[in-house]
């Protein structure tokens, strides 16, 4: 489903800014997932591990 | 005017009343609006209590602990700049921020504040305690409510209180790790509570006529600059033994005890010096020389204190 689109035309400034932001939102929510986890199996420890197999 | 200015004034030629207007800032505008000078030294501050702890620390855990801590700062640093950007348009010092220069819109800059309050007090509860991370939301109420909001705007003694908002970083860094305060973590507080009016004001006794303007009490517009000057001796003059006490009466040793001595005499020097010049230029220059001696004298006081707690770290052996 298409309608008019209510965005006005970006100008070039405006494109290159947002293709930067969205970069760097990437990388930030990228470095996040990978803090996220080593966080998670620090606070785990040893008993990642202690559990029945 | 920037581009972002332009297309946002409506008295520019690039001015579009019809036209959304999008977010136009760059990650670097929305950094900016972090205040990342004040959170070196918050990390900074905040590490030196961490390490003060008596426990170990796992070192993943307390670099987070510590990025949280410091994306907590940045935080209260992003409201102060929303609800203050109308001041700070109107002073040359702090009129290219992010909001006033028109990069970053005045919601977006809350919402970015907002949410990484929450966040940097969430992460810091689940991965250290919830101490140390109502202490953290403390501070940042502390900072945005009690200092931006209220303190600012009514008192000349204004960043005498509104300091401890910076100063609580060692305690909360102690408390990530402990959970509790200790004796050490309460005087690096009292030592950056009593550092900053006279770093502050120092800045403010040059800066009087744009504070003013502005309509800020800051003590030269409401005291004038004599009893500033006064005011910044006697403040220097306490940081010598305030400086030193971490040593005196608690665990750090002689080595920040040698520096805190040191650079101690020489920031009371330099604030006599501002005492006695008074006048023109030579007076500006010594409000100038205080505020960049009080800067180094901090980071000279926690880097010293910083050698000292990792110096049992270092593989002496293996130098031989």
Known sequence: MSGPSHLPELTEEELRRRNARSRALGWFLG??????FVVTIAKLGGNVLNRPI | MTIAAELLDPASPAYDEERPTIAFGTARDYFELLKPRVMQLVIFTALVGMLASPEPINPILGFASLLAIAVGAGASGCLNMWYDASIDAMMARTSTRPIPAGAVKPNEALAFGMTLSFGSVLFLGLIANWQSA???????????VI????????????????????????MIGYMAVTGDVSLESFLYFLLILVWTPPHFWALALVKSNEYARAGVPMLPVVAGPDATRLQILIYSLALIPVGMAPALISHAGWIYLTVATAFGVVLAYFAYDLYRKREGDEGRKAAFRLFGTSIIYLFALFGARLVEQLLPFIPWSLMK
Not at chain 2, 134 to 144: K, R
Not at chain 2, 147 to 170: C, D, E, R, S
């Open chain 1, 31 to 36: 470095a996040l997932v990978i803090l996220f």
């Open chain 2, 147 to 170: 200092y931006t909001m209220w303190l600012k705007h009514w008192t000349a003694q204004n960043i005498v209180i509104g300091g401890a908002a910076g100063a609580f970083p060692p």
């Open chain 2, 134 to 144: 109502a202490f953290l939301a403390f501070t940042i109420f502390f900072y945005v």
